[in-house]
């Protein structure tokens, strides 16, 4: 990777791109009140949690070049370097994770998931 002219900056202005373009999506919903549960606030929270894969690309290509971009898409879909732990982990521990937060919010008198 070549080395960036203004130093680490990219580092700063990823995080910031990534919480602008979530917190697009994600601060009107909150603020205008809306139900979480309509497809339209689903939209707009999956487009928001878009923004790191979005600007982790974008930034690999503008400091690496189209050589250490395509090597990071190899990585990306490349399946055999997937662990079977990491890959249980992600299919059972976020239903577990939500399911809990449901519980939880039903425990503290909420309506659940």
């Known amino acids: 990777m070549k080395k960036s002219s203004a130093g680490k900056s990219w580092v700063w202005a990823y995080f910031a791109f990534t919480f602008l373009w979530s917190w697009l999506f994600w601060v009107p ?3 205008l009140g809306l139900n979480v549960h309509y497809w339209t606030t689903q939209v707009g929270f999956g487009l928001g949690g878009l923004g790191p894969p979005i600007f982790g690309a974008f930034f690999t290509y ?3 070049g189209p050589k250490v971009f395509r090597d990071y898409l190899c ?6 370097n997937l662990n079977l732990f990491w890959l249980v982990m992600a299919l059972v ?6 399911e809990v937060a449901g519980l939880i919010d039903i425990l503290l008198g909420g309506q659940g998931i």
């Open 29 to 31: 919903t909150v603020l």
């Open 62 to 64: 503008k400091e690496g």
């Open 75 to 80: 990585r990306i879909w490349d399946w055999k």
């Open 93 to 98: 521990m976020v239903p577990a994770l939500t």
